[in-house]
C-alpha cells in the first residue's frame, strides 16, 4: 500500500455489502486513495466511508446523492469540492460510475416508467455526475473516468437484465467512446468495463434454474468475483493506464468475444 495520499477516488453506487462499488471502495483505500462514497443513502455512505477510511488509515467521505437528479449530483459534488478546498481530501483523480440498476422485465411488459427509471440511473446519472467531476480533473490537467457498462450492451441482453438495461448500458459505450476523444489530449482519460454475470445482489430475484442456466454459458463456469472486476476498475485508474482511453475492457469469463 501507498503511504502517499495523493488522489480521491469518487464512487456511486458503492454501499451494498455484496457490490462492485464497496469492494472497489476498499481497493482503491488499500492502494493509497483516499475515497468518496456516493450513494442514496447519505447515512450509510458516511459509515462505509468512515469504516473504509478507518481500515486504511485513508481521508474517506460520505455523501447521498441520486444520480438521476441534477440537483443531488451538484449538491454532492459542492459537498466534495469543499472537502478538498478544506484540505481533508486531496484533490479528485478518478471517478467510478457504478451505480445502476437492472430490469428483468419482458420487452411487452414494460412501462414507459420502468423505461425511464433505468435509462435516468444508468445512464443520465453517468452523464451527470461525469460533467459535474469532469472540470477540476480537465484543471489539474489528470483523471481517470471509468464507465460501468455490461455485457449486455454486447450481446442483447441474454443475462439477466433485458431491452431497458440493455440500451441503457450500450449508451454508455457510445459516451464513453465520444467523451474520451473529446477530451484526450487533457491528461483525463475515458474508459468503460463490461461485466457479465457477477456474484453480487443486483440479481434479486433471479431463481436457481436461471443462475445455473447463466454458469453453464459462460466458458469459465462461474461468475465473476466483485474483487475481479475492483481489480479491473483500479487498473484503469492507474498511471499505466494512461494511454487506455475510448476502451472497453470485457470482463465476462469468454461469455461474449468478438
Known amino acids: 500500500m501507498t503511504t502517499t495520499i495523493q488522489r480521491t477516488a469518487v464512487l456511486t ?19 493509497g ?3 468518496v462514497i456516493l450513494d442514496l443513502d447519505g447515512e450509510k455512505s458516511a459509515k ?17 446523492i441520486d444520480v438521476a437528479s441534477e440537483d443531488s449530483v451538484n449538491a454532492a ?24 440498476i437492472t430490469s428483468p422485465v419482458a420487452f411487452l411488459e414494460t412501462t414507459l416508467e420502468l ?12 452523464y451527470l455526475v461525469t460533467k459535474a467531476f469532469l472540470p477540476g480533473m480537465i484543471a489539474n490537467g489528470w483523471g481517470r473516468i471509468i464507465n ?11 443475462v439477466f437484465g433485458k431491452v431497458p438495461y440493455s440500451a441503457a448500458k450500450a449508451a454508455i459505450l457510445g459516451f464513453t467512446k465520444a467523451l474520451a476523444r473529446e477530451i484526450g489530449s487533457t491528461g483525463v482519460t475515458v474508459n468503460a468495463i463490461t461485466p457479465g454475470a457477477v456474484d453480487t445482489n443486483i ?3 433471479s431463481t436457481e434454474e436461471q443462475e445455473a442456466a447463466i454458469n453453464a454459458s459462460i466458458p469459465v463456469g462461474r461468475n465473476a468475483t466483485t474483487e475481479e472486476i475492483a481489480a479491473v476498475i483500479t487498473f484503469l485508474s492507474s498511471e499505466d493506464s494512461a494511454y487506455l482511453t475510448g476502451t472497453t475492457i470485457d470482463i465476462n469469463g469468454g461469455s461474449h468475444m468478438h
Open 13 to 31: 453506487g458503492a454501499t451494498s455489502d455484496r457490490g462492485i462499488g464497496i469492494t472497489t471502495a476498499r481497493r482503491y483505500a488499500n492502494e
Open 203 to 205: 440479481r434479486v430475484g
Open 115 to 126: 423505461w425511464n427509471k433505468v435509462m435516468a440511473v444508468n445512464s443520465t446519472g453517468t
Open 148 to 158: 460501468m457498462s455490461s455485457v449486455s450492451a454486447q450481446r442483447g441482453g441474454g
Open 48 to 64: 462505509v466511508a468512515a469504516e473504509i477510511g478507518s481500515e486504511f488509515t485513508v481521508p474517506a467521505f460520505g455523501h447521498e
Open 77 to 100: 459534488y459542492k459537498a466534495v469540492a469543499a472537502e478538498v478546498s478544506a484540505g481533508t481530501l486531496p484533490a479528485v483523480g478518478a471517478l467510478a460510475n457504478i451505480a445502476g
Open 33 to 35: 486513495w483516499a475515497v
